[in-house]
Every structure is written in C-alpha cells, then in structure tokens.
C-alpha cells in the first residue's frame, strides 16, 4: 500500500525534505512505519513524545493504515 508522509519541524530536518511518498506492506502498522521511518532518516525522538494523524485526524498509534492514507508525526514545538 501506498501512503504520503508529512514531516514537520525536526522530523523534516532530520528527512531532509517535508514529504514523501512511501510504499509499505499491507497490514503495516503505524508503530512500524515510525520505527521503519527512525531507521530510515534517523529520527531521534522516540514516539511516545509524537502526535500522529491520519488523513487530518488525530489517532492513537493503534488505528490502522489504508491505502493512500496521508500520514502525519507530529513533534513537540516550542514556541515563544
């Protein structure tokens, strides 16, 4: 299956780009994608500190992938 990620903040950094298109095995999950994706890019912040969303929801780390789904981590910011 087919799914676009989206990277932002130090994920996008450490991925060197913003976005990707990612072909995974059906029946991935989303902890696998994140550990895949840390292999991957290198990312360093373990996922327990991420935010994911699924096709602009918010979802816990348990909700499965489908096909074209568009996949967001999203890290902790600061602000100021």
């Known amino acids: 299956m087919n799914l676009t990620l989206h990277y932002f903040a130090s994920l996008r950094d450490q991925a060197g780009c913003a976005s990707e298109t990612l072909a995974v095995p059906a029946g991935a999950s989303l902890v696998w994608l994140y550990d895949e994706l840390q292999r991957r890019h290198g990312f360093a912040l373990p996922r327990e500190r991420l ?3 699924i096709d602009d929801a918010f979802v816990d780390w348990g909700c499965p ?3 074209g789904a ?3 981590f ?3 910011v600061s602000g100021g």
């Open 51 to 53: 935010r994911v969303a």
């Open 65 to 67: 992938l489908h096909d």
């Open 70 to 72: 568009a996949v967001v």
């Open 74 to 76: 999203v890290p902790p």
